[in-house]
């Protein structure tokens, strides 16, 4: 059974750092491209950044680019977002997502605050 | 700002057909497959429909989809009570090189 169990998550204050963390299990991990979406209080579901399996190819939504840093371990089945510099609009729940044209499995997320 | 639009709302009685349409454009609905998600209240996003119209294991022939040129629509028939949650659909924006979600819709089952 695929799994992908999301951490680190929390309070910051404005101008902080954060990373969260995404634990996979139940399929070959280093096969797959993933991915980091989130979603604010009450808002749509926004896509954040995308990894692919060997860590090659990174993309990242304008709104994050230069603050947010995707990362994946493919020894430790484990996908990564260092979060820098956060802003009020980055509150948020976020989830980490498996597959590239599609996201086909989700975790169940974790809830960051940035608030002062 | 979304570049797929979505209706914000569709309803209807138990029983009855919905669908959910998702505009966009050549750079992402026109020249890339189309997903579905489903989300329930209070849940993480799940996988309805993808490449246009293909159902995951375990998803329902009652979900379905389609895509023509540079929009996409997602069928709903015998809708239950326990299909109200809120829908979007997602494609990766070439001209982007981002992965995008429509606005979503909020199915009610009257």
């Known amino acids: 059974e695929v799994q992908l169990v999301e951490s680190g998550g929390g309070l910051v204050q404005p101008g902080g750092s954060l990373r969260l963390s995404c634990a996979a299990s139940?399929?070959?991990?280093?096969?797959?491209?993933m991915n980091w979406v989130r979603q604010a209080p009450g808002k749509g579901l926004e896509w954040v950044s995308q990894?692919?399996?060997?860590?090659?190819?990174?993309y990242d939504a304008d709104s994050v680019k230069g603050r947010f840093t995707i990362s994946r371990d493919n020894a430790k089945n484990s996908l990564y977002l260092q979060m820098n510099s956060l802003r009020d609009e980055d509150t948020a729940v976020y989830y980490c997502?498996?597959?590239?044209?599609?996201?086909?499995?989700w975790g169940q997320g974790t809830l960051v605050t940035v608030s002062s | 700002q979304s570049v797929l639009t979505q209706p914000p709302s569709v309803s209807a009685a138990p029983g009855q057909k919905v669908t959910i349409s998702c505009s966009g454009s050549?750079?992402?609905?026109?020249?890339?497959?189309v997903s579905w998600y489903q989300q329930l209240p209070g849940t993480a996003p799940k996988l309805l429909i993808y490449?246009?119209?293909k159902r995951p294991s375990g998803i329902p022939d009652r979900f379905s989809g389609s895509k023509s040129g540079t929009s996409a629509t997602l069928g709903i028939t015998g809708l239950q009570t326990g299909d109200e949650a809120d829908y979007y659909c997602?494609?990766?924006?070439?001209?982007?090189?981002?992965?995008?979600f429509g606005t979503g819709t909020k199915v009610t089952v009257l």
């Open positions: 997502a498996r597959d590239r044209e599609q996201m086909a499995y």
């Open positions: 050549r750079s992402n609905i026109g020249n890339n497959y």
């Open positions: 490449e246009n119209n």
């Open positions: 997602g494609t990766w924006d070439s001209s982007l090189s981002a992965y995008v």
């Open positions: 139940g399929f070959t991990f280093s096969s797959y491209s």
């Open positions: 990894i692919s399996s060997s860590s090659s190819t990174i």
